[in-house]
């Protein structure tokens, strides 16, 4: 596997995480990651507001498309000299973003924000448990899925059926998205790889926002905000998250955008007024807090491969297993 400098081997990628002073490089990611979820999630408020006017599928469509024409501007990606192994990364890397958001988005169009975002995030808190292999992660996946039980306490017929169904959906295109952006940063150079995914995120859900929207989607209206939702939902958190995963394990940046309900929930509240009832909010707090167990248990493991006298470039989390 290449690096992020061309030519070198993967098991260079090692030494130069390391060189990053005892916690300084993780505190840093860790900022990143939480500036991205604030970023994504008062987006996808906002962007619930253009629901009415482009559909959720429109939304999707102009919120992606605008994202990657601004990163294709800005970047300006090199598509020569990869192999076609990258080439095959990277695709998948845009699929999954693609499905990401059109799933989510048919989620948010059915259920409140919070508990979306709530079901969406058992996708990355699974990834964990499976990449930290420590008994004491089945605890907090345990604790995980009380949470999601809490939630749906009553039914969740009460949610929407539907909206749970591409909820979770959305959880699994979320989990295979950390990996392969993990993957596709280790093989393209600064933020190429994400632009090349974007497009092809694009490439998938354009076709299938004018088909349900048609001219809805050139209203000035609709492009101001799509624009507005395309630098906050996509374009910085994206761009931040990707930052964070070469300063980060993959399953330590998992677990960190589990904290992504809490946010959402009160994002949810402030834009689209709306509210949850108090086993909600326990139920969120209980994935929360599930997270946040999981993140002391994943960067316990990650240490003590640290210490180890193998770490490849792939070794950011899930991506070596």
Same mark, same amino acid.
């Given at each position: 596997?290449?690096?992020?400098?061309?030519?070198?081997?993967?098991?260079?990628?090692?030494?130069?995480?390391?060189r990053?002073?005892?916690?300084?490089?993780?505190?840093?990611?860790?900022?990143?990651?939480?500036?991205?979820?604030?970023?994504?999630?008062?987006?996808?408020?906002?962007?619930?507001?253009?629901?009415?006017?482009?559909?959720?599928?429109?939304?999707?469509?102009?919120?992606?498309? /605008?994202?990657?024409?601004?990163?294709?501007? /800005?970047?300006?990606?090199?598509?020569?000299?990869?192999?076609?192994?990258?080439?095959?990364?990277?695709?998948?890397?845009?699929?999954?973003?693609?499905?990401?958001?059109?799933?989510?988005?048919?989620? /948010?169009?059915?259920?409140?924000?919070?508990?979306?975002?709530?079901?969406?995030?058992?996708?990355?808190?699974?990834?964990?448990?499976?990449?930290?292999?420590?008994?004491?992660?089945?605890?907090?996946?345990?604790?995980?899925?009380? #949470?999601?039980?809490?939630?749906?306490?009553?039914?969740?017929?009460?949610?929407?059926?539907?909206?749970?169904?591409?909820?979770?959906?959305?959880?699994?295109?979320?989990?295979?998205?950390?990996?392969?952006?993990?993957?596709?940063?280790?093989?393209?150079p600064?933020?190429?790889?994400?632009?090349?995914?974007?497009?092809?995120?694009?490439l998938?859900?354009?076709?299938?926002?004018?088909?349900?929207?048609?001219?809805?989607?050139?209203?000035?209206a609709?492009?101001?905000?799509?624009?507005?939702?395309?630098v906050?939902?996509?374009?910085?958190?994206?761009?931040?998250?990707?930052?964070?995963?070469?300063?980060?394990?993959?399953?330590?940046?998992?677990?960190?955008?589990?904290?992504?309900?809490?946010?959402?929930?009160?994002?949810?509240?402030?834009?689209?007024?709306?509210?949850?009832?108090?086993?909600?909010?326990?139920? /969120?707090?209980?994935?929360?807090?599930?997270?946040?167990?999981?993140?002391?248990? #994943?960067?316990?493991?990650?240490?003590?491969?640290?210490?180890g006298?193998?770490?490849?470039?792939?070794?950011?989390?899930?991506?070596?297993?």
């Open positions: 596997m290449k690096s992020t400098a061309r030519g070198s081997s993967a098991t260079t990628t090692a030494p130069v995480l390391l990053h002073a005892p916690g300084r490089g993780t505190l840093g990611g860790v900022g990143l990651v939480l500036a991205g979820t604030l970023s994504v999630q008062f987006g996808s408020a906002f962007a619930a507001l253009l629901f009415p006017r482009a559909g959720a599928l429109g939304t999707v469509a102009l919120r992606v498309t /605008i994202a990657a024409l601004l990163l294709l501007v /800005i970047t300006r990606p090199r598509l020569r000299g990869y192999a076609r192994a990258d080439w095959a990364v990277v695709c998948g890397f845009g699929l999954a973003l693609g499905g990401m958001n059109l799933l989510f988005y048919q989620a /948010i169009a059915r259920i409140p924000l919070g508990a979306a975002v709530t079901l969406e995030v058992l996708g990355p808190l699974l990834l964990s448990v499976v990449a930290s292999r420590r008994a004491a992660s089945l605890l907090w996946a345990g604790l995980a899925l009380a #949470g999601v039980y809490l939630l749906g306490y009553g039914g969740f017929d009460q949610l929407g059926a539907s909206g749970v169904a591409f909820a979770l959906s959305a959880g699994v295109m979320w989990a295979a998205y950390i990996v392969l952006n993990a993957r596709a940063g280790a093989r393209f600064r933020l190429d790889g994400l632009t090349i995914a974007m497009s092809v995120a694009a998938l859900s354009l076709p299938l926002g004018v088909g349900a929207s048609g001219g809805a989607l050139l209203e000035p609709a492009l101001g905000l799509g624009l507005a939702i395309a906050m939902s996509s374009g910085v958190p994206y761009t931040l998250e990707l930052l964070a995963l070469r300063r980060l394990p993959a399953a330590t940046f998992a677990v960190l955008t589990s904290l992504a309900p809490a946010v959402a929930a009160l994002a949810g509240y402030l834009v689209l007024d709306q509210g949850l009832t108090l086993p909600q909010c326990a139920a /969120i707090a209980m994935v929360v807090a599930a997270s946040a167990g999981a993140v002391r248990t #994943g960067t316990r493991r990650t240490g003590t491969r640290r210490t006298t193998r770490r490849t470039g792939e070794a950011r989390g899930v991506a070596s297993s």
